[in-house]
């Protein structure tokens, strides 16, 4: 049974920086396709940025050069650092995991399997 768990939401500054992390049980991220979306109140969920086994990462126009992905394949973990946090940058951040490292496009929701429950994200102005 796969799980993913978020964790790292919070409230913080505008300007300032957060750090989520998704912890993967029953799934070798290595060998999979891992993501970031987020919904704000009253709208979809949308991509934020995702990384693929062997290194390769994908952003959203709206947070590239701000938010960086990473992970750590000894912790199964998946990391999203955000920097220069901006009010619209306020949802609930949910992790996502794709059996296969294959998936395109990356951004579209459907193209993954696992969902973790999600952690807030609130930036104040």
């Known amino acids: 049974q796969v799980q993913l768990v978020e964790s790292g939401g919070g409230l913080v500054q505008a300007g300032g920086s957060l750090r989520l992390s998704c912890a993967a049980s029953?799934?070798?991220?290595?060998?999979?396709?891992m993501a970031w979306f987020r919904q704000a109140p009253g709208k979809e969920r949308d991509f934020v940025a995702a990384?693929?086994?062997?290194?390769?990462?994908y952003y959203a126009n709206s947070v590239k050069g701000r938010f960086t992905i990473s992970g750590d394949g000894a912790k199964n973990t998946v990391y999203l650092q955000m920097n220069s946090l901006k009010p619209e940058d306020t949802a609930v951040y949910y992790c996502?995991?794709?059996?296969?490292?294959?998936?395109?496009?990356?951004?579209?929701?459907?193209?993954?399997?696992?969902w973790g429950q999600g952690t807030q994200v609130t930036v104040s102005s």
């Open positions: 996502a995991a794709a059996k296969s490292a294959a998936i395109v496009p990356v951004a579209v929701r459907s193209r993954y399997d696992y």
């Open positions: 029953g799934l070798t991220w290595s060998s999979a396709a």
């Open positions: 990384i693929k086994s062997g290194g390769t990462t």
